[in-house]
């Protein structure tokens, strides 16, 4: 499973959220809040791509550690 995504700034959760279940499905993600940054936690590949292309889109303020199929081998 690959990291979480760390996103700052979301000041409207409940729209985020429906965005964000619009674009994944219902059961697509699982939210967790810190005091700096609300983790996302995707459910699969597709999933995390597509919460990315849309965190991007949006020019999000937002930091996640590459799954490990984009890791390179040592």
Do not use: W
Not at 19 to 39: A, D, H, R, V
Request: charged letters at 15%; glycine letters at 2%.
């Amino acid at each position: 499973m690959a990291p979480p995504i760390h996103i700052k700034n979301i000041f409207n959760f409940s729209a985020f959220k429906t965005i964000l279940k619009n674009i994944t499905g219902p059961n697509g993600f699982n939210c967790k809040s810190t005091t700096s940054y609300l983790l996302v936690q995707h459910t699969d590949k597709q999933t995390y791509n597509a919460i990315i292309d849309h965190l991007h889109e949006t020019s999000a303020s937002f930091h996640s550690f590459a799954p490990p199929s984009l890791r390179t081998y040592e």
